[in-house]
Nanobody
Framework: QVQLVESGGGLMQPGGSLRLSCAAS????????MAWYRQAPGKQRELVAT???????NYEDSVKGRFTISRDNAKNTVYLQMNSLKPEDTAVYYC????????????????WGQGTLVTVSS
């Protein structure tokens, strides 16, 4: 079993910053890609940012230049630094990862965090 525990959400005024963290624990041999998704009220879940095991990042267009995804491989943790927050960033943010749980046989598991609410409002 692999668990993801998220933290860092909350209420912030427009223009402010928040940093989300997501720590993975459990039967982990190696973590592949890690990502953050978000789901706003009444909307579908969307991909916000991804980071590979080698540190290659990718961002959804609306957050480029404002959000930064990073990871600490030693701690099995991924972060999302969110700057210049806008009301439209309000959503539940979910951590997602692809974990290799065994070297042989090679076994992968997709895991989701429980979500953390980010509210941007004055």
């Amino acid at each position: 079993q692999v668990q993801l525990v998220e933290s860092g959400g909350g209420l912030m005024q427009p223009g402010g910053s928040l940093r989300l963290s997501c720590a993975a624990s459990g039967s982990i041999f190696k973590i592949a890609a890690m990502a953050w998704y978000r789901q706003a009220p009444g909307k579908q879940r969307e991909l916000v940012a991804t980071i590979t095991s080698h540190g290659t990042t990718n961002y959804e267009d609306s957050v480029k230049g404002r959000f930064t995804i990073s990871r600490d491989n030693a701690k099995n943790t991924v972060y999302l630094q969110m700057n210049s927050l806008k009301p439209e960033d309000t959503a539940v943010y979910y951590c997602n990862t692809i974990v290799q749980t065994s070297p042989q046989p090679v076994t992968y598991l997709e895991v989701w965090g429980q979500g953390t609410l980010v509210t941007v409002s004055s």
